[in-house]
């Protein structure tokens, strides 16, 4: 094959849900389907790139060339990142993380009590891909916004707080975003955004990979 835009380059994606079991047959979870973090990995692959995927629970097949460790929670998925990390030239953060875990997962089924309602205790989850953002080394730094309102706002202020170097924001809904096969981006740095329209997630992420590149490479030379 014909060394690619990434050749030798690292990368390292998240993505899909996490599931934070409540007991033995329940789980809190989300809609992502993953397909938006494997096409980033397949394409990042294609044009060369050492890629490694941590997945949610999803039932999608490995990319090809793709190394990919499984994961359910978002502990374990922080676990896992966190190990790749620090040996990544480029990190793509486009799993849908918990934000909260209950604080304890039940040994046995939990049984309906009484009539009345239930109250499930939350504790939240880390905030991996900050953490990934204070490391003393750390890899160029691509988030994704998920958002039903206000999208470029908010993946804005995403940018500034979580110290990215690029944001890929998106609306969900509507046929676009979880559980779709298209999906349409906004992509946002410092110094401006550029939006690409609607097409297939794979699409899209070879478009995504190119300006992550071009971005990155410049980001060396400084
Ligand atoms: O959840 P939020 O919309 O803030 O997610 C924005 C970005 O942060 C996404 O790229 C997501 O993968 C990442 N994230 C993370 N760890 C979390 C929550 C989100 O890495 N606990």
């Not at 916004?145 to 999208?151: K, L, M, N, R, W």
């Not at 794979?202 to 071009?214: Q, V």
């Amino acid at each position: 094959r014909a060394p690619g835009i990434l050749t030798g380059v690292r990368v390292l994606v998240s993505a899909g849900p996490t599931f934070e079991d409540i007991d033995p047959v329940r789980f809190l979870g989300n809609r992502s389907s993953g397909r938006m973090g494997f096409a980033v990995a397949e394409a990042a692959a294609r044009q060369g790139a050492q890629v490694t995927l941590v997945a949610g629970p999803v039932h999608l097949p490995t990319p090809a060339g793709v190394r990919r460790i499984n994961v359910r929670s978002a502990c374990e998925m922080h676990r896992e990142v966190m190990a790749a990390a620090a040996s990544a030239d480029i990190f793509v953060a486009a799993a849908a993380v918990g934000d909260y875990r209950p604080v304890a997962v039940a040994e046995h089924k939990i049984k309906k009590q009484g009539d009345g309602g239930m109250t499930l205790c939350l504790t939240q989850n880390p905030d991996i891909l900050a953490e990934v953002a204070a490391l003393p080394r750390r890899p160029f730094l691509v988030g994704f916004a998920a958002e039903t309102q206000d999208v470029e706002a908010h993946a804005r202020l995403k940018l500034e707080k979580k110290r990215l170097d690029m944001i890929a924001a998106n609306r969900v809904g509507g046929g676009l975003g979880f559980e779709a096969d298209d999906n349409a981006l906004t992509l946002i740095a410092a110094d401006g955004a550029e939006h690409l329209p609607t097409a297939s997630k794979r699409e899209l992420a070879r478009s995504l990979i190119e300006r992550i590149t071009a971005r990155f490479n410049a980001s060396r030379r400084d």
